[in-house]
């Protein structure tokens, strides 16, 4: 499938009566994502984030554009949490019953060395762990609210990086570690491939949901961040590519503000923008790894769910 054309203000359907949950949703891809779908009159968005503050910087930064906050809702959310994660999905479930839209966009990339609350490595406990944990605890949410939206939907943001996965990714005895004998470029890279390896998943067990992974494009939002105040040279080199290459958020955001809302998106795919299918890496097509992935997965969500 080939690019295709997809402006939020036109193609957007309706949001009205609709729930919805960004990660992450105070900056960059995930504050844009807001943006947008404010415009289309959801019942209410949840913006999960870390801290108040946060929230409430980006609150003001949707007004200053125009945006009605009204549906905007505070979620407390860590990523790199279980605990937080556990208390997020609660709190969520004092305020709601339904979930139409879970977009996980939140990310870390090429981090320094370092370990989540729980001890995963910290980016694929960030980016994979921490979703697919807040995921399995919303999705009685998720599944309720199948029975009047035949439509209900989870996004999962990844990114082209995952073809910069080693060979053999999942080394799960690895994963309760800093994984120190790994760049942080290869870290990052597996669980970007985690991303679509588990949203794949999902959709075979959840044919009521559709789950989608997206690839962003190469975007100038800052995640980049960590590279550019590591080095002065890779930092250097790092500004230069994204002055000529990246895209700014409002077309960033595009590949999943359509995964979450055109008619036309399938399950189980992962979309490069926008909309384009057969891009991904052969390993990110690899049913076994995925497989291996998930088992893994569900038993680690098990231990922490006692």
């Known amino acids: 499938m080939g690019p295709v054309k997809f402006s939020p203000d036109t193609d957007i359907p309706s949001q009205k009566g609709k729930v919805i949950l960004i990660t992450g949703g105070n900056s960059g891809l995930g504050l844009e994502t807001a943006r947008q779908l404010l415009k289309h009159e959801p ?4 913006l999960a984030c870390r801290s108040k503050a946060k929230f409430d910087q980006a609150v003001n930064e949707l007004r200053q554009g125009g945006a009605n906050t009204d549906a905007i809702s505070f979620l407390a959310l860590d990523l790199a949490s279980l605990a937080s994660i556990k208390s997020a999905a609660a709190e969520f479930q004092t305020s709601s019953t339904r979930l139409d839209i879970l977009i996980n966009n939140a990310g870390i990339m090429m981090t320094p060395e370092g370990r989540t ?13 921490g979703h697919a944990f807040l995921t399995h605890l919303l999705l009685p949410n998720l599944e309720e609210t199948t029975k009047t939206n035949p439509d209900v939907r989870i996004v999962f943001l990844s990114s082209m990086g995952e073809s910069m996965s080693p060979k053999n990714p999942y080394q799960f005895d690895q994963f309760n570690t800093t994984m120190s004998s790994y760049s942080s470029t290869s870290r990052y890279a597996i669980s970007k491939l985690a991303n679509v390896h588990y949203a794949a998943a999902l959709a075979e067990r959840y044919p009521k949901i559709k789950v989608i992974s997206v690839h962003p494009g190469v ?14 040279i890779l930092g250097t080199i790092t500004r230069l590519v994204l002055s000529f290459i990246a895209v700014d958020a409002s077309k960033g955001a595009l590949n999943q503000l359509w995964a979450a809302t055109d008619p036309k998106v399938e399950s189980g795919v992962f979309y490069h923008p926008v909309g384009v ?30």
């Open 43 to 46: 019942s209410r968005i949840f």
């Open 219 to 232: 975007v100038q939002t800052n995640l980049a961040a960590p590279i550019i105040n590591h080095s002065l």
């Open 277 to 306: 299918t057969g891009k991904g890496s052969k390993l990110s097509q690899d049913k076994d790894a995925r497989e291996e992935l998930w088992e893994w997965t569900q038993q680690e969500i098990k231990q922490h769910l006692g």
């Open 117 to 129: 609350e729980e001890g995963y490595e910290i980016q694929i406990g960030t980016n994979h762990m």
